[in-house]
């Protein structure tokens, strides 16, 4: 594809420089981005995106004080970006203040520190788990073992841990010989993330044979942890190390003339959002320039729209919730209009709340309460819908979903799979 072709998304294009001051001096306290975050909503004490930006920031410079603990409350969610209308980059401060606070307020002995550090690194404890996948499973389910996460670690016992897949996603994908589809034009190159390996390859899957079916040439090169869970805990030298390494990797098969596709709505904002703002490694830009969500790609480059009108996926009603981070990329209406006219299968939005869960957040026994009452909307609205099964694009907003409804959850690349690949 040729650039002249492209819509790649608007990110802050002064953010490279890493100065932070002109965001702070073009906020002019309307406070609207404290109106839009969730955790505020629900939580008298947190103080909401103003404080942990710009206020912040202008405190700092101005008195040397060290980062308010405060900022470790955020759940990342990214909402406050998207309202402000002065384009103060809110998300990449507070990931610039937690990891400040990570570096130089929170002991290394404290035990929210090693399980932050923990949460953050799930992909290492995955890769790990997933060698035994049913042993690892069995333990992890049981409850004693959840009280004592939750004891020990501070890993709330009320959530379900997820579970590992018998077979991970790339090792299916060696299995079958790697790509089924060779082509110097049509080239994606997948950056399926931690999750989608581990735990859920039928979405992954789902992505091959979708790009397939429309005579793309996919590959699934070795990769690192999107970050997502390292930035909302501060963990920045983690977070760098694995952006390092993705935008090394996706760098070169960009030039070779892929684009990448995710997924996982988090993992696109990763990569387009978060590495320019916080890196400045060589090929980030292009990287992001290149980078999309995969059914954002197949409505740009091929007709999945008119493709889907009148299909008969093998699906019941489905229950639609916009992740934030899709929101922060203009796709929260992508599925539910690609999905309107499908045949004998409804689709209804369950609105625009936040589902609370926020990646790691919502894991933390201190935030599972805050986490449930800002998932209350979504769920009520879940429950209004027909059928019992829900639709997502992020997993741990699926995670959240299942949790509070009790409804198995899909993903809109499997509705497609199902619609249009035999
Ligand atoms: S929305 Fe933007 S301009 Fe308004 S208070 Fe928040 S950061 Fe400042
Ligand atoms: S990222 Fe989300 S939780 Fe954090 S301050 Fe912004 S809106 Fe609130």
């Known amino acids: 594809m040729s650039d002249s072709e492209k819509f790649p998304i608007d990110v802050f ?8 001051r002109p965001g702070a001096d073009s906020c002019y306290k309307c406070s609207t981005c404290d109106t839009s975050c969730p955790v505020a909503e629900v939580d008298d004490d947190f103080p909401g995106p103003k404080f942990q930006g710009p206020e912040q920031w202008r405190l700092k410079r101005k008195d040397d004080v060290s980062v308010d603990e405060s900022v470790m409350k955020c759940s990342n969610c990214m909402r406050c970006d998207g309202a402000c209308p002065s384009e103060v980059p809110l998300s990449q401060m507070h990931n610039t203040a937690r990891g400040e606070y990570v570096t130089e307020e929170m002991s290394m002995l404290s035990r929210e520190y090693w399980r932050n550090r923990i949460l953050a690194n799930y992909g290492t404890l995955a890769r790990v788990g997933s060698k035994v996948p049913r042993l690892t499973n069995f333990v992890m389910g049981n409850s004693v073992v959840q009280q004592l996460n939750e004891k020990f670690l501070g890993i709330t016992a009320e959530r379900e841990f997820p579970e590992f897949a018998t077979e991970t996603f790339v090792d299916w994908f060696e299995e079958r010989g790697g790509a089924k589809i060779q ?5 994606v190159a997948y950056f399926h993330g931690d999750y989608a390996n581990y735990n859920t390859p039928e979405v992954a899957k789902a992505l091959v044979r979708v790009f397939e079916h429309y005579g793309y040439e996919v590959a699934v090169p070795d990769q690192r942890c999107s970050g997502t869970p390292m930035f909302a805990n501060g963990m920045l030298d983690d977070a760098r190390r694995a952006a390092k390494f993705n935008v090394e990797t996706f760098h070169d098969l960009v030039s070779a003339g892929y684009d990448i596709v995710c997924s996982c709505t988090s993992c696109s904002m990763a990569l387009r959002q978060e590495y320019p703002e916080l890196f400045s490694f060589e090929g980030t830009a292009e990287v992001a320039a290149h980078t999309y969500e995969a059914l954002e790609y197949l409505r740009i480059y091929e007709d999945v729209e008119g493709d889907l009108k009148g299909s008969k996926p093998d699906f019941p009603d489905l229950a639609y919730h916009a992740p934030c981070h899709a929101r922060n990329q203009g796709l929260d209406g992508q599925a539910v209009n ?7 299968v409804s689709v209804t939005d369950v609105g625009d709340s936040c589902s609370g869960i926020s990646g790691t957040y919502g894991w933390k026994e201190e935030n599972y309460d805050t986490s449930m009452k800002i998932g209350e909307e979504m769920f009520e609205h879940m429950d209004d819908a027909p059928g019992e099964t829900g639709l997502t694009e992020c997993p741990t907003c699926a995670m959240q979903m299942g949790h509070g409804s009790g409804y198995e959850i899909r993903h809109p690349l499997e509705v497609v799979e199902s619609a249009l690949v035999e």
């Open 13 to 20: 294009p002064e953010a490279e420089e890493m100065d932070l």
């Open 338 to 344: 690609l999905f309107a006219d499908l045949d004998g």
């Open 183 to 187: 082509s110097d034009e049509k080239r």
